[in-house]
């Protein structure tokens, strides 16, 4: 499956911005996925996932009750809300996907694709 991320940018400390992540290839209702960020000189951080099953979530404790993770099967579209958006929120935003189990999947080498990333920068 092929993954391409958007919707990242430049917002003050306290806007929002929504990510999207266009899946094309395979089945993307099959996949379990995720979005992880990264900074430079650090590891890639999980943020949030959803497994292919049902609607539900899981997130980091960084970002839960600010972020908002969803997906639409119908257009093979994955989303990131993100409010209350932090300076330390800044970094290079990636989707993933895991063909691997049915549960949540909060670790890197646990995905299988990965899309390039879009930056998202919060100012203080």
């Known amino acids: 499956v092929q993954l391409q991320a958007s919707g990242g940018g430049l917002v003050p400390a306290g806007g929002s911005l929504r990510l999207s992540c266009a899946a094309s290839g395979r089945t993307f209702s099959r996949y379990t996925m995720g979005w992880f960020r990264q900074t430079t000189g650090k590891e890639r951080e999980f943020v949030a996932t959803?497994?292919?099953?049902?609607?539900?979530?899981y997130y980091a404790d960084s970002v839960k009750g600010r972020f908002t993770i969803s997906k639409d099967t119908s257009k093979s579209t994955l989303y990131l809300q993100m409010n209350y958006l932090k300076p330390e929120d800044t970094a290079v935003y990636s989707c993933?996907?895991?063909?691997?189990?049915?549960?949540?999947?909060?670790?890197?080498?646990?995905?299988?694709?990965w899309g390039k990333g879009t930056q998202v920068t919060v100012s203080s």
């Open positions: 993933a996907a895991s063909s691997v189990g049915s549960g949540y999947v909060s670790l890197p080498r646990r995905m299988d694709y």
């Open positions: 959803i497994p292919w099953r049902d609607d539900s979530a």
